[in-house]
């Protein structure tokens, strides 16, 4: 039994219930169910939401709910993230709920550092960093990660310099926070209504902000807990649906915060993601949907130079996709960046609160 457990009482021990929606990524899901079962908090469940796959995930899933005593499972119609976690969240018996995604690993005192933290700082939800890793499959574990296997890239996801308490200012520019990377009390997901199914993405980080309006700030601790798999081949159609969807979500946050207007880094920010989507639109050809981002971003800024161009190259469109040839980006909720580190490797067992 681990420290915290042992202060709670046995008789006090708090479910914690980690839903995992998948789709289509078998042998992931098996990397990421393993990395669950290893952790050191000694009553988990785990509620696998099979998001209509059309692999051998069915099969996985099966398997692993008879061999494990604490795995639930349920399988429904491609939905996509977002019902896929209501679908698990409806299902969760714990008072605590944690969402890892099925590419991702835990490291195995994650969600008994994070039930800690919660629980010291009386907070219903709290955050930890992350770790970025691009690999081969054969590298599946986070032993494997933290002795640094050959071929194996790690970065801090989101960057090293992140505020001690997440607040709705912070979290308009930039995202703070992988979704595995947090643990929140099960009434409150189900205050804000969880998940909104509607989003084309960025579900998660609306979801954060809603939550925000409800607890107020609440903690992100300096640990890096989680174990981020980064995908080199992802296509940029769906890197630019994820641009349109947070530039949809910061627009609502913003309705409801207006003096988020008056921030030049928020401002900033809204610019970059209209010269995404204007980029994305003369990509393929649409030059009105161009011009209309280009308007919008400059509304946000008139400092970004390149919606000027874009601007005017909206009006010959198809001309554009043959002027540039795209490199595949690193997006996290509107964020673009490099597939190489950005910032010093480290290891989550170098993290103070390990």
Request: one cysteine or more; proline letters at 7%; hydrophobic letters at 40%.
């Amino acid at each position: 039994m681990t420290a915290c457990a042992e202060q709670l009482g046995k008789a006090s021990i708090p479910l914690v219930s980690v839903v995992i929606p998948t789709f289509n990524r078998a042998e992931m899901l098996r990397t990421a169910v393993r990395s669950v079962q290893a952790q050191t908090w000694p009553n988990v469940e785990i509620i696998i939401v099979d998001d209509g796959s059309t692999d051998n995930t069915d099969r996985v899933v099966r398997s692993l709910s008879c061999s494990l005593g604490n795995v639930r499972f349920v399988r429904q119609p491609h939905r996509g993230h977002g019902a896929s976690r209501n679908a698990g969240l409806e299902m969760a018996r714990g008072e605590w709920v944690l969402f890892l995604d099925d590419d991702d690993l835990l490291e195995p005192r994650c969600i008994e550092t994070l039930l800690d933290a919660a629980l010291s700082s009386n907070s219903p939800v709290v955050a930890c960093r992350a770790i970025a890793f691009e690999t081969p499959p054969a590298v599946t574990d986070p032993s494997q990660l933290r002795a640094g296997e050959p071929m194996v890239t790690t970065w801090h996801l989101f960057g090293v310099d992140l505020p001690a308490m997440v607040t709705i200012d912070e979290l308009a520019l930039r995202p703070l926070f992988q979704t595995a990377a947090a643990l929140f009390r099960r009434q409150v997901l189900e205050e804000v209504e969880g998940f909104d199914e509607h989003l084309p993405g960025a579900e998660d980080y609306d979801c954060w902000f809603k939550i925000l309006a409800v607890t107020g700030p609440f903690p992100l601790i300096e640990a890096s807990l989680v174990w981020v798999r980064i995908h080199p081949h992802q296509t940029s159609a769906a890197l630019f649906m994820m641009s349109e969807a947070t530039h949809q979500v910061l627009s609502r946050v913003v309705s409801r915060h207006p003096t988020l207007e008056e921030q030049p880094e928020f401002r900033r920010r809204m610019a970059r993601l209209c010269r995404e989507n204007a980029y994305a639109a003369l990509q393929r050809g649409d030059g009105k949907a161009a011009a209309r981002w280009c308007t919008e971003g400059l509304r946000w800024s008139r400092r970004e130079w390149k919606l000027w161009i874009y601007g005017a190259l909206a009006r010959i469109p198809t001309v554009f996709p043959h002027l540039v040839r795209w490199k595949h980006p690193v997006r996290t909720h509107g964020t673009m960046a490099s597939s190489r580190p950005t910032s010093p490797k480290r290891s989550p067992g170098d993290d103070p609160g390990m």
